[in-house]
């Protein structure tokens, strides 16, 4: 009997450590359904007969007396409920010892109703040892709500409020009248404004948090302070429960849609089933941008310069070219076709709220890379008919040059054959230096070129004969 007995003692606890249990199962049950309720025993039972030394007691407590009210108990000689359990729960508890063996003590709650979100305890004894220690747990019980978001205000207007110049009425001595005071200008209207409200029906437990979203912005609001919650309890013990979303509207808001979620447990959150109409948030221009479709530009490319402003109603939009030319874009890019040398420079975007006032501007640097036809010049002057007639003997200073940008690469051609250089010079001519010259400019892809001839005239031969 004494060898019996310490085989069990040493199959339950293995090392001989003290019993341990702690709560290993789910900490959310959707209402209506099952929920498996489960405690792991360490150290873990290592044969059958360790098992059928366990024995586990399951109650209820309630945590402001510190009273448990017994379920059942549950082993592998006996299991069995309590007198003491609620009505409505004696047909719906239920108790398994068929994982002992892994050191998991199972209970399970048919149709879970907020009737039984409560403290549950489960108490775990060796029945050989009397080692006994317990622990207890929350179940806790949701019922998912039905969320929407409902628009309160949703046509807002920030801009200030023109203050009208104050009028004096004359008197028969102006000179006592007392000074009309200086009136601040009003403060922008619609400020700490009800947006949107969030509406949770039929929810447990109380929802504790309520959280609005825009996606577009960024923004989250967060409403937490039960002073700023409305809640009613239902008949059957489920809540509805509403927030309001109040604030200081900004441009940024205008035409955001907003969302809602609400929180039921730190970890279990509802979001709702659409989002508020978009906000219309009347608001001053501050902010203009321009954007070209290149900085860069190559002769010949086609560029478009988009100029954007914020503002509700949107604003006119202009554009300043280089030239010092107006012109309207406003919803319309400006589009160049052919980009030339006088499109080079900054373009500058103006908006304007009323007509006679700029209130937002915006720079934008266009570059064309460009190149001129080279031009030709023989001893300072510009050929003509894209010809250098010169006499046998005579001197040349033929020089090529071209504008562009960036400074083109100037080279002087005969034939086919570059020669060094930009110039060609020659402080006698001969018969070998006519033909074909050409004068190219390059920079980037871009290459022009200007042929010229060059013809060389035979001198006049004197000959002298004595006559006799």
Known sequence: MEIRILFCLLGLFGSGLSLEVSY?????????????????????????????????????????????????????????LYSTIPNGLNDRFTTSTDEFIYGTAKASIANVGIADD???????????????????????????????????????????????????????????????????APAAVNVNVSIA?????????????????????????TVVN?????????????????????????????????????????????ASAGTTSPIVVKHMTNEATISLSTTEAVEGDRVSISCTANGNPPPTIELQDPAGNIHNVT?????????????????????????????????????????????VKNNGNRIVNKLVEVTLGDSINIVCAAQGYPAPQITVVRGTQPLQGSTVTRNSVTYADAGSYSCKAATGNIVKITNFQ?????????????VV
């Open 331 to 375: 919803g319309v890019n400006y589009v160049i076709s052919r980009a030339q040398v006088e499109h080079a420079g900054v373009y500058v975007c103006h908006a304007y709220n009323d007509a006679d006032a700029t209130l937002a501007t915006a720079e934008g640097t266009l570059s064309v890379e460009w190149v001129g036809n080279p031009r």
């Open 226 to 270: 039960e002073n700023e919650i409305m809640y009613v309890e239902n008949a059957d013990g489920t809540f509805n429960a509403s927030a309001v979303l109040r604030i200081d509207p900004s441009a940024e808001l205008d035409g955001a849609e907003i969302s809602c979620r609400t929180w039921l447990y730190p970890s279990l959150s509802y």
């Open 197 to 221: 409200q969030c509406v949770a029906t039929n929810a447990f437990p109380k929802p504790t948090k309520f959280e609005f979203v825009s996606d577009s912005t960024g923004n989250t609001w």
């Open 454 to 466: 060059v013809v060389v005239n035979g001198g006049c031969v004197v000959s002298l004969q004595k």
């Open 24 to 80: 290993n199962g789910p900490e959310l049950f959707p209402m209506n359904e099952e929920a498996t309720l489960l405690c792991q025993i360490s150290p873990t039972p290592n044969t059958p007969e360790g098992a059928n030394n366990l024995a586990v007691w399951w109650s209820q407590v309630n945590l402001t007396t510190g009273t448990r009210t017994k379920l059942g108990k549950s082993s592998v000689d006996e299991s069995y």
């Open 118 to 184: 409560k403290t549950y305890q489960c108490e775990v004894e060796d029945l050989t040892s009397h080692d006994a220690t317990d622990t207890q747990f929350k179940l806790n019980v949701y019922l998912e709500p039905d969320v929407q978001i409902y628009d309160e205000e949703t046509n807002l207007d920030i801009r200030p409020i023109k203050q009208t110049e104050p009028t004096e009425t004359a008197t028969e001595n102006p000179i006592y009248d007392d000074a009309i005071p200086d009136t601040p």
